[in-house]
């Protein structure tokens, strides 16, 4: 895709500088957006992109420099201002009402007016045509809270559809979606931008931003560093702009030998908690041992955050053991769990990681409190020790473990979460989408610490819609369908196209074709990730 030379420039920040208290997100940034281009705005975790693009689109107004749209300078009062100027934004942290309908999602804050008061007929058509067109089969009438995180997503971008915007900024919009919801929305942006929207699309997924985007904008530490035509530049040279310097490979070499077996899950039956008529995990029987890394790769559905949450607690098991350490805990509560080693880092931080009221700090101890109290108190010197050593460690980009943690960039937030799972100091650790909203960088920096746990006896079960770290950050690799377990691999002898081919197996072939469709399969191609 190649924008005209000649297109306008529809949108432009000019020396946009914002400070919070002593922090500066940015320092005087320039920016600017063509009719119909896909601009791609790159950085690490806490560069600025969220709050340049929440100041371009009314969120919030700079400490100084000027906005401008069509070349005249304007100052946007809100959101909705800059909804009715043609400026939309899907925000990273998914700004919608659970206990609301799609519907009233959708229109809440500028509804359709009928003489007797709010048109839902014309509404939920309007609503209906935005999510036909995503392909998504979501009923209109359903409560958002009941949908899964990437249906929500969708729910978020279907909004800006209706609002028919000339300029969409994407926060993060893929980090819930599957590899075919992604064709999707690509497909949208590609119908949109030739009718001459303009799309500001940010994402830690190199590879997206590659395949979608005119132009590479990238940001450090608050400022503009580079504005390249995306055909001209690559992976490498990408990486090590937004770093400042080069990087080290994405995946750590894992050392950890197998040790005795830690967690044995026996013959495991959960229902679906969203829709108990359906079986989410259906019978599966697996055992992870001491220093295994084992990855659960699988299709959206698959079962694999309702397996991860029924081991950490959250759902009732219909039957089945969960054995820790050969102790059952299948019905022990969360909190006795955790005491026992058995800790989840779950996938939606917002709505389970972390507490928004409270700051960085409290927020990484909160699940460690009892290991960290004595007498009834808590140890405030032994809380601040690890609290520090888990910002170092998980590199958190914060001013002090003391602010407010929404204060934190999205990736910032997701990292916090992660070090909250290790101070539990657990002897089984479960990830669910780990290295969401993560900067390349930090992902390196999460699977070296994995790597790490995992030689000092710990077992490591996480799940993963990145089949690159399904390969390259595991020591096994499960594949999930339908709520069982579809194959078990050795990921250092798997190739991409065994693990679609177990993927799809269910579904398409029978275990013989599926087997013998995987000795067919192309060579190994999983660190083409790797910078
Ligand atoms: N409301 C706020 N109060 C204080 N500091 C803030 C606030 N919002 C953002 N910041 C700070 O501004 C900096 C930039 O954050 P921003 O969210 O723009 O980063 P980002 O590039 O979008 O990161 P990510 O990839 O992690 O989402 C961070 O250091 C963050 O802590």
Redesign the pocket.
Known sequence: MTVSENAPVVLAGRGITKA??A?H?LRGVDFEIHAGEVVALI??????????MKILSGVQPPTSGTIELDGEPITFADTTDAVAHGVAIVH?ELNLCPNLSVVDNIFLGREIASPTGISRSQQRERAAAALARLEEPIDPNALVGDLRLGQQQLVEIARTLVEGARVLIM??PTSALSATEVKVLFRIIRELTADGVAIVY?S?HMDECLEIADTAVI?RD?RHVATAPMADVDLPWIVKTMAGRDQSDLFTAITATPGEPILEIEDLVVPDPANPSRIAVDNLSLTVREGEIVAIYGLMGAGRTELLETLAGRHAAASGRILLDGKDVAHAPIGERIDAGLVLSPEDRQADGIVQLMSVGRNMSLAALRILTRNGQVRRRQEAKEVAHGIESVRI???SPN?GI???????QQKVVIAKALMTAPRMLLMDEPTR?I?IGAKSDIFSTMAEVASTKVGILFATSELSEALGASTRLIVMARGRIVADLDPRTTTRDQVMAATGEQITATDDEAANSNHNAASDTKDEEQA
């Open positions: 919070f208290g922090t997100a950085g690490e975790n806490g560069a600025g992109k969220s709050t340049l990273q926060d993060e940010i830690h940001l608050g980009k914060t001013e602010i929404t204060s934190l960039s999205g990736g910032n909203g900067d």
